[in-house]
Each structure stands twice: as C-alpha cells, then as structure tokens.
C-alpha cells in the first residue's frame, strides 16, 4: 500500500505518481511547461474529444476513465484512473497535453505518445473532454 490509497493510488499504480511528483517539482518539459488550451469549451471540440477518446483511450481506460477498459487488466502498471486525476490539483492543461502527448515511456507504462499520431488539436479535444468529466 501506499500514502495515497486515499486518492486511488496504490502499489499496483504507483509508478503514475512519478509523472505527478514530476509536474508538481516543475519537472515538466519546457515545450510543455504553461500550455494552455487555446481551443474553446465548447460542445463541438468536447464532442471531437470524446470521440476520439472512444477510439484511441476507451480500450485502457474504459468509457468513464476509471482505468478499467478491456485492455487494463493486461497492462503492468493499470491505466490511470482520469476520472480521479482530472480532480487533482496536477489535471491542468499543460500536464494533461504533456501526458497524452508524450504517453508513458518515461515513466513505464504502456500508454502511447499520441503526438505520433495525433495532431495538437486533437489532443486538445481529447483533453477538453476529460476535464469535462466524460460528458458532454
């Protein structure tokens, strides 16, 4: 177990909090560092990002992004739980574009660098819907 149990962090996840410690240290690549989305709150790029979601996220995450998609119980770490990471103090823009961009090579885990195939719009979307809680 870990200190963070309280927030949906535990042993089989932890390996997630180095991306989280690494932000809050102001760890974050400085092509990232103080992004903001310049895309609008709007439906039309919260309905983009959520479709993009179900075709590139949905698998590993599942459709509430709690981590539990067909694929998580494969993958060592799980997939992190976005439902509970969007609450967080670290679910800014410039973590949130950095995450999907970058993936989780750095930190040893499965997920992709979406930058490779998607464009920064796109990923802007994806972000827009996850802060909007999986809804539109």
């Not at 962090?9 to 240290?25: K, V």
């Not at 660098?113 to 539109?136: A, C, M, P, R, V």
């Amino acid at each position: 177990t870990t200190a963070c149990q309280h927030i949906g962090i535990n042993e089989a996840n932890s390996l997630f909090i180095g991306r989280y410690t690494d932000y809050i240290l102001g760890n974050i690549p400085e092509q990232y560092a103080d992004l903001t989305n310049p895309l609008a709150h709007s439906k039309e790029n919260i309905s983009a990002g959520k479709t993009l979601y179900q075709t590139q996220c949905i698998i590993c995450h599942g459709t509430l992004g709690e981590g539990n998609g067909s694929m998580s119980q494969s993958l060592t770490p799980p997939p992190a739980n976005l439902a509970l990471t969007r609450k967080l103090p670290v679910a800014q823009d410039d973590f949130l574009f950095w995450t999907l961009s970058e993936g989780g090579q750095l930190y040893e885990t499965a997920m992709p660098k979406f930058s490779e195939h998607l464009s920064d719009k796109e990923i802007w979307q994806i972000s827009l819907y996850i802060n909007s809680g999986f809804t539109l």
